[in-house]
């Protein structure tokens, strides 16, 4: 049974950082690629990242560009964000999502139950 | 505003049809796979519809999906209480070189 469980969110100050983690189970992890998707509170869903299977390509929203980082270890089977330099409009529930195949382009298919992030000014 | 427009909401009585709309471009949906997800409330999202019209295993078939150039199209059939919910159609956008979303459109099943 695949498993998503982020972690890492809770609150901070305008112009802080936060590193979310997300720890991967019942899959080979390093042959999938992972999204990580956030909500505002009462909004829709934005895309934020994604990660290769192999960690080699990335892809950013232009909202989060230059600021978030994503990365994985996949002896870990976990996946990351680090996120710099948080903006009020950060604030959000962060999903990771795995994809059906290992290249960025695949769609989702798993979701995680979300980890809230709140920025504080 | 979201690059793929969808309607904000659709209503319709248990056992009848909906269809939700979204409408890209050719940078998205013109050249590119469409997913669909349901959100029921205080949940996470689930995966309904990928590459444009397949579903998932434990997906019944009451939920399809179809594309014709730069949009697509979900269906539902036999709606039911428990289909209320917000549903999110994605594709990838070459020129963003990002994924992205619909802005959701909320179902109301009377």
């Known amino acids: 049974e695949v498993q998503l469980v982020e972690s890492g969110g809770g609150l901070v100050q305008r112009g802080g950082s936060l590193r979310l983690s997300c720890a991967a189970s019942g899959f080979t992890f390093s042959t999938y690629a992972m999204t990580w998707v956030r909500q505002a509170p009462g909004k829709g869903l934005e895309w934020v990242s994604v990660?290769?299977?192999?960690?080699?390509?990335?892809y950013y929203a232009d909202s989060v560009k230059g600021r978030f980082t994503i990365s994985r270890d996949n002896s870990k089977n976990t996946m990351y964000l680090q996120m710099n330099s948080l903006r009020a409009e950060d604030t959000a529930v962060y999903y990771c999502?795995?994809?059906?195949?290992?290249?960025?382009?695949?769609?989702?298919?798993?979701w995680g139950q979300g980890t809230l992030v709140t920025v504080s000014s | 505003q979201s690059v793929l427009t969808q309607p904000p909401s659709v209503s319709a009585a248990p056992g009848q049809k909906v269809t939700i709309s979204c409408s890209g471009s050719s940078s998205n949906i013109g050249n590119y796979y469409v997913s669909w997800f349901q959100q029921l409330p205080g949940t996470a999202p689930k995966l309904l519809i990928y590459d444009n019209d397949k579903r998932p295993s434990g997906i019944p078939d009451r939920f399809s999906g179809s594309k014709s150039g730069t949009s697509a199209t979900l269906g539902i059939t036999g709606l039911q209480t428990g289909d209320e919910a917000d549903y999110y159609c994605?594709?990838?956008?070459?020129?963003?070189?990002?994924?992205?979303f619909g802005g959701g459109t909320k179902l109301t099943v009377l």
């Open positions: 994605e594709a990838w956008d070459t020129s963003l070189s990002a994924g992205v």
């Open positions: 999502a795995k994809g059906r195949g290992v290249v960025v382009l695949a769609p989702i298919d798993y």
């Open positions: 990660i290769s299977g192999s960690g080699a390509g990335t």
